[in-house]
C-alpha cells in the first residue's frame, strides 16, 4: 500500500520479494516494524546477504562487512548476474587479509538494494507491483538499524569488527556512534562523515540523468515494461570518474584513441577513455536497478553524522569503547584524507582508541577495491592487534 509522506506516524509498509538469487534471505520486522527517519515503518520485509567463514562457539569471530554504493552482498564469490569475481575478492577468503578459516563475515544487500533486500524494485504485497517512488525515502542509519535487526536474528550480540569503503565506511561509522556496544572494532575506509556539497552535486547529476531518460516513466519504468537504461548508464559513467584519479585515468589511457590511427572528427568512441566510461555504463545497466540507484544517492546525500550532535562529529563517540583504525589514500579526491583526519580529530578529542593510516595511492577513491599491498598490510595488521587486544581484556 501508499503511505502518504504527510503521515509521519502512518501504518506499516508490508513488503513482498522474489527470493530467486542465491544466498541467505530472511524477512525482519515481522514481530514489531522498523521505524524510518523519514517517520514511516516497514513490517515484514525481506533482507538478502552472504556469509563466509565458520562463526565460532562463542560466536565472537563475526566482521560484518557493509558494501558501498554500487556494491551487494556478493563480496567474495562470482556475481550471479554478470558472473565477476567478488568486489572484495582480494581481501575476503581464506589466508587472505580478512581470513574466513579465522573470521566468520557478514555481508548484507543494503536497504533500498535491488539484489533482494526491500528496495524499489520490491512488490508491494497491496498492489502487487513494483514499489517505485512509492517506496519511503531511506538514510545510511535506516540501513544499519535494518543491519541490527539481521544480527539480532543471527543470535550475534557483539561483532568483532565492523568495515566497509566508501558508503560502507558510512555505515561503519553509524555503527560505532549508534551502537558502540554492539562491536569491538571500527574500520571505516575512504569515507568520510558528511556528504559535502561537491559529493552532492555530483550525484544530483546522476539522478538528474535517469529522470531525463524517457523510460524513467517517472519511477514506473518496470511496471510499463521500459528500463531507462541510457539516463543509468550516464549516472554510472559520471560516477565513475569520481573513483578515479586523474594520474590512474591517465596511465590507463592517455589521450590514446580507440581502434584508430587517426582523428575520425565524430562523436563516437574516440579516445580510449570515452570508450572504457561507455563499457562500465552499459554493463552497470545489467545488474542495478535505477529507483535504486535514487536513493541510495540521496541517502549519502542526507548523511551527517555530526547533524544530530549539533553539529559537534565528537559528541557522536563520546565515551565509546570501540577501538578504531580509519585508512584513507592519497588520490582519493572524493573523499579525501583531511574528512577522514576530521573524523580522527573528532576520535582523539573524546579519547577514543583510534589508529589512523593515509596510503600511498594514485588509484583514486577506488583504492579500497584494488590491489594495494600496503592497505592490505595495514587492515591485516589491525585486525590482528585488535584480536590479541581483545583476548587479552577476556583473560583480565
Excluded at 198 to 212: D, K, L, P, S
Excluded at 295 to 303: E, G, P, Q
Amino acid at each position: 500500500m501508499t503511505v502518504p509522506k504527510s503521515h509521519p506516524n502512518g501504518p506499516s509498509i508490508a513488503a513482498t520479494g522474489t527470493q530467486s538469487l542465491p544466498g541467505h534471505h530472511v524477512r525482519l520486522g515481522v514481530e514489531k516494524p522498523l521505524k524510518l527517519d523519514c517517520g514511516l515503518e516497514i513490517a515484514d520485509f525481506p533482507i538478502a546477504y552472504q556469509t563466509y567463514g565458520e562463526l565460532n562457539a562463542d560466536k565472537s569471530n563475526a566482521i560484518f562487512v557493509c558494501h558501498a554504493l554500487t556494491g551487494d552482498q556478493y563480496l567474495a564469490e562470482p556475481h550471479p548476474v554478470t558472473g565477476k569475481e567478488g568486489w572484495w575478492d582480494l581481501m575476503v577468503g581464506p589466508g587472505k587479509t580478512i581470513d574466513t578459516e579465522r573470521y566468520f563475515v557478514i555481508c548484507p544487500n543494503i536497504l533500498g538494494g535491488c539484489m533482494g533486500t526491500f528496495g524499489p524494485k520490491e512488490i508491494n504485497s497491496e498492489s502487487g507491483k513494483p514499489w517505485g517512488l512509492n517506496f519511503p525515502v531511506i538514510t545510511i542509519c535506516d540501513m544499519v538499524r535494518c543491519q541490527v535487526l539481521l544480527l539480532d536474528h543471527l543470535g550475534i550480540d557483539k561483532l568483532f569488527a565492523v568495515t566497509g569503503g566508501s558508503m560502507g565506511g558510512m555505515q561503519v561509522l553509524e555503527w560505532a556512534s549508534k551502537y558502540p556496544k554492539r562491536l569491538f572494532a571500527a574500520i571505516p575506509i575512504a569515507a568520510a562523515a558528511h556528504h559535502t556539497a561537491q559529493n552532492i552535486a555530483f550525484h544530483e547529476v546522476g539522478r538528474q540523468a535517469i529522470m531525463a531518460d524517457p523510460d524513467w516513466c517517472e519511477g514506473d519504468y518496470l511496471n510499463q515494461g521500459k528500463n531507462p537504461t541510457k539516463g543509468l548508464a550516464v549516472a554510472r559513467m559520471a560516477a565513475h570518474i569520481t573513483y578515479l584519479s586523474d594520474q590512474s585515468l591517465h596511465r590507463k589511457f592517455g589521450r590514446r584513441l580507440q581502434d584508430r590511427d587517426a582523428l575520425s572528427y565524430g562523436f563516437d568512441a574516440e579516445f580510449q577513455v570515452e570508450s572504457y566510461l561507455r563499457h562500465q555504463g552499459i554493463t552497470f545497466v545489467d545488474r542495478f536497478d535505477a529507483n535504486s540507484y535514487l536513493y541510495i544517492t540521496r541517502a549519502m546525500d542526507y548523511f551527517d553524522l555530526a547533524a544530530n550532535h549539533d553539529g559537534n562529529l565528537a559528541d557522536a563517540f563520546k565515551d565509546t569503547p570501540v577501538r578504531f583504525c580509519v585508512i584513507s589514500f592519497t588520490g582519493d579526491w572524493l573523499y579525501p584524507t583531511e574528512e577522514n583526519r576530521r573524523i580522527v580529530h573528532a576520535l582523539n578529542s573524546v579519547a577514543a582508541n583510534v589508529s589512523f593510516a593515509e596510503v600511498e595511492s594514485d588509484k583514486g577513491h577506488d583504492a579500497f577495491l584494488l590491489d594495494e599491498p600496503e592497505f592490505h598490510r595495514l587492515l591485516k595488521g589491525f585486525l590482528d592487534c585488535a584480536g590479541k587486544n581483545k583476548a587479552d581484556a577476556g583473560n583480565e
